[in-house]
């Protein structure tokens, strides 16, 4: 049965859907991207959890959703890896040793990272286009997407997910990413220290990244890769054709034997 409800970590509430259900299996935990969260993940989760018969995490980051609001839209270079730091203490409070992480686009890079930063946690991971550096085609993306928020209802439809944080959230993912401190962002360092087993999933016509991103990931970790390009499809493989995806991940982590 799913719990769904606000914990407190290091001083932030965070809205969680937990289903604890399969005894001593991982738990699968599910990331989201900038403009994310629970909601929006839709059935995904779950039925990836009953396919391979895991427990299942699913929350709001700090700031989104159904968490507390942020209380600045500043953000530093290395948010994504104090978000990494703050899921370790997420996985800490509910007492969660074995983890599937699945991460999308931001999701897929603080996944990495804690995968990185926590090794004895994290079983495997399932990054679907995640970023390790800025590409000149990520900053295209977040200025068309700044655009489509001043030119058309884009703000009142993340209204519905995210409330009157929308405005807060969108400044925050836009600032950092458009600012030149941001263009030398780089996660490369860390990924050595990637262990467990990773599945790259990407859209070929990905337009907030290049396929470079899943090649020099894959490249540069320690544990066993996989790659899975899916031809024609853009940033939100999950969501474009979830059945891919949801056979891809569950057939991954099955021949893992976790």
């Known amino acids: 049965m799913t719990e769904s409800k606000l914990i407190e970590v290091k001083g932030k509430l965070l809205y969680i859907e937990y289903n604890n259900s399969f005894e001593n299996n991982p738990t699968i935990v599910f990331l989201h991207d900038s403009l994310g969260c629970v909601q929006l993940w839709r059935d995904f989760p779950s039925k990836l959890a009953e396919a391979v018969q895991c427990n299942v995490l699913v929350y709001d980051r700090s700031g989104y959703g159904k968490s507390s609001p942020m209380l600045t839209h500043e953000r ?75 030119t058309t209802n884009l703000a009142e439809r993340l209204q519905k997910y995210h409330g009157d944080k929308v405005e807060m959230i969108f400044k925050a993912w836009t600032e950092i990413w458009l600012s030149e401190n941001f263009r030398n962002w780089n996660i490369e360092y860390l990924l050595k220290n990637i262990t467990c087993p990773l599945l790259f999933i990407q859209g070929e016509a990905d337009e907030y990244g290049t396929l470079d991103q899943v090649e020099k990931t894959i490249a540069q970790v320690s544990g066993a890769t996989e790659k899975y390009i899916i031809p024609h499809i853009g940033h939100t493989p999950h969501k474009e054709t979830p059945g891919l995806v949801l056979k891809k991940s569950a057939d991954f982590i099955n021949s893992e034997n976790i």
Do not use: R, W
């Open 76 to 150: 530093q270079n290395d948010y994504m890896e104090q978000e990494a730091d703050l899921l370790n203490d997420l996985l800490n409070e509910l007492n969660i040793e074995k983890s599937i992480l699945f991460g999308h686009s931001d999701g897929g890079t603080i996944a990495l990272i804690t995968a990185a930063k926590y090794p004895e946690k994290i079983k495997t991971v399932i990054c679907e286009a995640g970023h390790i550096f800025v590409e000149d085609i990520t900053v295209k993306g977040v200025q068309d997407a700044l655009k489509a928020y001043q």
